[in-house]
């Protein structure tokens, strides 16, 4: 295998890259100034040493604790519980939540081997004993998966007298009723909110 | 109006090249082992994006080939023309509807939804109790896209659940059966509505076809039973659990659930002849195309396989006449078989020999091409 060869295969391994894809990106890098692909080689080499797990939240950070779970300014009373660090970065460009993250690593999954023992669990109910936190969002995604790790977590964390919520499903904002799936517009229609008379 | 064209490459038997079909009604007629069956098939694979005979695509190339392929070109009143391609190359399928990938074959359904009449739909009366929930599932699942969710999702936190029970995980078992229930009771409220309505039709369709007075009804009995709300199906797998242990499954549930064809109360099944077994069989197909067009508002396309071979010639005609309007129909046929009556002004006849199919005129109601 040429070396060119062995970087297309490399690229393509990642995540939402096929074969195609991976071959523009080697020889973009290998068409591109030698600067460009020697400074991402460095970004790459040193990845490990450089960002790892916040050991609070789970979410990725050079600094640890992470830059959420050092603000004194954030509700410490309020946790959101997410399935993957990138999730965290989703719900803070959102501007709309101001308390604590929670990364569980994952969901459970009993066909694919992953328990309560697999994710960051233990860590989570150990975070709201010592915060003293009210209120935990539960944000996993809304699969079956992530529905039974809601309702785990639920059920675990009512007996210690958290209060818990789950994330609104349903339509997209500015989005159009007749461009969304039949089964968002069945969960809408399920979850409707009243108006206050 | 269905398919207008369809070519073919190294599929089963059939030669390559393209085959028209615009008509309402294309006919089929050759000696077995021509290749009638593999014509009617490639409409049902170009419907679904898989065939109704086998669970190995491998066995739709032609043997001795790596790799096959179809395109049908279809008119349908909600997504006007479509191009639907499908192609099996290095044990891969893939599906491209107007260019575009398929990524779930749910989401095909409903471009030209199809129903085969064949020999094995038998089962669905005479086999084994799954069997009969496939039927029942696939009727509504139909016109029901939400079904095939709630389907797909009671199936997975099943497996989920039968993993916990096996290794005893009461915690996340307790999770699981509050998930279970609720999904399973949404399966099964959906299931009671449909037979309910299924069965009136079936009913008066195997009096008009049959020609007997006795009523032959469809059941439905659920697993569980005389539970109506979530809470109560909870308990009733909280109460079962110790058995779930013992043989390491779910042993309750609409994976459980039964149909019965009763007549004067009794499952019928059990005491009718295997003429009548293949009746009712039939008499489901056309239900099931009935309830499909009376609950969507549209024409399926139709695809025969053989089944008419069995009927005596005024139960083909009551059949015959049964059937709901369709886009189109596909009909297969043995040479000796009284057919040109069946012929109406818009058909299209195919003599099938060796994988090759030639048009034929010469009659008033045949085109060739």
């Known amino acids: ?197 | 109006m269905g398919f207008s064209q369809i070519r073919y490459y190294q599929f089963r038997n059939i030669a390559d090249g393209v085959l028209a079909f615009d008509a309402k009604q294309i006919f089929f007629v050759g000696d077995n082992g021509q290749g009638k069956t593999n014509l009617l098939e490639s409409f049902y694979i170009l419907c679904y994006g898989s065939t109704f005979r086998t669970n190995r695509d491998s066995l739709l190339i032609r043997s001795g080939m790596s790799d096959c392929g179809l395109t049908g070109t279809a008119v349908t009143d909600d997504s006007g023309e479509l191009a639907i391609r499908f192609a099996l190359q290095n044990s891969l399928k893939s599906i491209h509807v107007n260019g575009s990938p398929v990524q779930d074959r749910k989401d095909l359904i409903h471009n030209l939804p199809c129903i085969v009449f064949c020999h094995d739909d038998i089962d669905f009366v005479s086999g084994p109790p799954e069997r009969r929930r496939w039927f029942f599932n696939q009727t509504l699942s139909l016109y029901d896209e939400l079904f095939i969710d709630v389907l797909r999702r009671y199936t997975r936190i099943l497996k989920n659940r039968n993993v916990a029970v096996r290794e005893e995980n009461g915690d996340m078992i307790d999770v699981l059966d509050e998930q279970l229930a609720h999904t399973g009771r949404e399966l099964q409220v959906q299931r009671e509505h449909a037979v309910e309505r299924f069965s009136a039709t079936f009913e008066q369709l195997y009096h008009h076809i049959s020609g007997f007075d006795e009523p032959l009804r469809v059941r439905y009995r659920p697993s569980w039973r005389n539970l109506d709300s979530v809470e109560s199906v909870v308990k009733e797998l909280r109460t079962r659990r110790s058995t779930d242990f013992t043989m390491g499954t779910t042993t309750s549930g609409p994976h459980r659930d039964r149909f019965r064809f009763e007549m004067n109360g009794k499952e019928f099944t059990e005491t009718a002849s295997t003429g009548q077994l293949r009746l009712i069989s039939l008499i489901l197909r056309v239900a099931q195309a009935r309830f499909f067009s009376g609950r969507s508002g549209r024409k399926p396309v139709l695809l025969l396989d053989d089944v008419m071979l069995e009927l005596d010639p005024t139960r083909r005609k009551r059949f015959f006449d049964a059937l709901p309007d369709y886009d189109q129909a596909v009909f297969t046929f043995l040479p000796d078989e009284q057919f040109s009556s069946l012929a109406g002004d818009d058909t299209l006849l195919y003599r099938v020999k060796a994988g090759h199919a030639y048009g034929e005129s010469g009659s008033a109601s045949t085109r060739s091409v």
Do not use: W
């Open chain 1, 1 to 197: 295998m040429s070396a060119l060869d062995d970087l297309v295969s490399q690229i393509a391994r990642l995540p939402g890259l096929g074969r195609k894809s991976a071959v523009r990106i080697a020889h973009y890098l290998l068409k591109s100034d030698r600067r460009v692909a020697g400074n991402l080689s460095e970004l790459l080499a040193t990845l490990h040493d450089r960002i790892h797990p916040c050991s609070e939240c789970g979410r990725y950070t050079e600094a640890d604790p992470c830059a959420v779970c050092s603000d004194s300014a954030r509700d410490r009373t309020v946790i959101c519980v997410v399935e993957q660090p990138q999730d965290v970065e989703v719900l803070e460009q959102s501007g709309e939540f101001h308390g604590l993250y929670h990364v569980l690593g994952g969901v459970l999954s009993p066909i694919d081997g992953i328990g309560p023992g697999e994710l960051r669990v233990a860590a989570l109910y150990r975070r709201i004993e010592q915060l003293g936190i009210r209120e935990v969002i539960l944000a996993t995604n809304p699969t079956v998966e992530g529905d039974t790790t809601a309702l785990y977590l639920v059920k675990q964390l009512q007996t210690r007298g958290v209060d818990c919520s789950r994330l609104a499903l349903g339509l997209p904002v500015g989005g159009d009723l007749e461009y969304a799936d039949r089964l968002t517009v069945a969960r809408s229609l399920r979850g409707r909110t009243h108006y206050d008379s």
